[in-house]
């Protein structure tokens, strides 16, 4: 038996509780991996609380983030005794996830760790810190160098921007941070944003376009943060768009499309495809300053998760959540 966090639906009731599962009941897949870490991220924190939208079906064992050994394997990719690490792919939302102590699962989601980083380091940085540098990736596509302007990247005491402004910064852009916590300036200043703004730099005015300020943009927060955003940026520039934490819709014009060339580029870290999450890890492993990542993570045990998740919906979690599997 292995210890889980175990979501349950009964009489439309969801609840989540800490229990004892069998590992014959794991689901179908060539590789079972010992987890040692995982992560709490936004949509580990909907499931937990909420279930729906983010639990396909239940039960579910959530967690979208896992790191740990392989113990079998019938995938000659993957050895026992391997590092792996795993993100996305529906884990946690179609297929068991990482908040337990075992998953089986394919190996065509595994990734090696990344030399360089170990596995908490590695759940440190999770979904949050890949998607951080695809958005990153993402303005490179779009033509943005260092020499561009300035970048503004929102949700800057959460895991993405955090990630997203710590990348930016050690790349030698200047990063402007938006939170809606001012007590969080040090920190953001730490993380090497030059310039910490309240989230009221981003409300909507009513304008189709707004005064010139960014090179491009990162957006956590859609809604109408994210179209005045897109109305803030300069000619030509990129925005990278991966959240929803203030909302789904997009009330804006084609002004800054149309009259300013921006490109508006969503990003998706859950099917993104092997090559590019390769390439995003390296970088990862290759870009994150050790001691700037330390300075954004708390550790917690399983047995916490539950109690933390309504927390970091209610936006009073800095950084990232290292679930600690024992
Ligand atoms: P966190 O909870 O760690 O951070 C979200 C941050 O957004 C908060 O800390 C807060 O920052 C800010 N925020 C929250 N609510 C609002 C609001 N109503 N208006 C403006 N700002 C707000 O979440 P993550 O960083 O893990 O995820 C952020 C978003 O990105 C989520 O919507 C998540 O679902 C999405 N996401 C998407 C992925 C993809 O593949 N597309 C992958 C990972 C995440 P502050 O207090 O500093 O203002």
Redesign the pocket.
């Known amino acids: 038996m292995f210890d889980a966090l175990m979501i349950s639906r009964a009489d439309g009731v969801v609840t989540t509780r800490l229990e004892q599962v069998d590992p014959m009941t794991l689901p179908e897949g060539d590789v079972t991996v010992e987890i040692d870490h995982s992560s709490l991220?936004?949509?580990d924190?909907?499931a937990i609380t909420r279930g729906a939208p983010v639990v396909r079906h239940f039960p579910m064992i959530p967690g979208i983030d896992l790191a740990g050994r392989v113990i079998h394997s019938d995938d000659p990719v993957h050895c026992p005794g391997d590092r792996v690490l795993a993100t996305?792919w529906g884990l946690g939302e179609r297929h068991w996830g990482g908040l337990a102590r075992m998953a089986r699962l394919s190996g065509r989601w595994l990734l090696p760790q990344p030399t360089g980083l170990s596995a908490r380091q590695a759940m440190g940085i999770g979904?949050?810190g890949?998607?951080a540098m695809?958005c990153v990736m993402s303005l490179e596509e779009g033509g943005l160098t260092p020499a561009s302007g300035p970048i503004i990247v929102?949700?800057?005491?959460?895991?993405?921007?955090?990630?997203a402004i710590m990348l930016l910064a050690q790349l030698g852009y200047q990063v402007a941070?938006?939170?809606?916590?001012p007590q969080?300036h040090a920190y953001?200043t730490s993380l090497g944003a030059m310039e910490v703004l309240p989230?009221d730099t981003l409300s909507p005015t009513g304008k189709a376009l707004e005064t010139a300020r960014w090179a491009g943009g990162i957006d956590?927060?859609?809604?109408e943060?994210l179209a005045t955003m897109c109305a803030s940026i300069q000619y030509g520039g990129t925005v990278a768009a991966?959240?929803?934490?203030?909302?789904l819709a997009l009330p804006m014009t084609v002004a800054p499309f149309i009259l300013r060339g921006v490109r508006l580029q969503?990003?998706?870290?859950?099917m993104?495809p092997r090559p590019r999450r390769m390439t995003a890890w390296a970088r990862l492993a290759r870009d994150i300053d050790p001691t700037r990542l330390e300075s954004m993570l708390h550790d917690a045990p399983l047995s916490d998760a539950i109690a933390i998740a309504p927390r970091?919906?209610a936006?009073h979690?800095?950084?990232?959540t290292v679930i600690t599997i024992n």
């Not at 941070?177 to 916590?181: S, Y």
């Not at 956590?220 to 809604?223: H, I, L, R």
């Not at 969503?266 to 859950?270: K, L, M, Q």
């Open positions: 991220n936004y949509k924190a909907l996305g979904t949050a890949l998607t695809l929102n949700g800057g005491g959460g895991g993405v921007g955090g990630m941070a938006v939170t809606g916590r969080l953001l989230r956590v927060v859609g809604g943060t991966c959240g929803l934490a203030g909302g969503g990003i998706d870290s859950v993104c970091i919906l936006g979690i800095r950084g990232r």
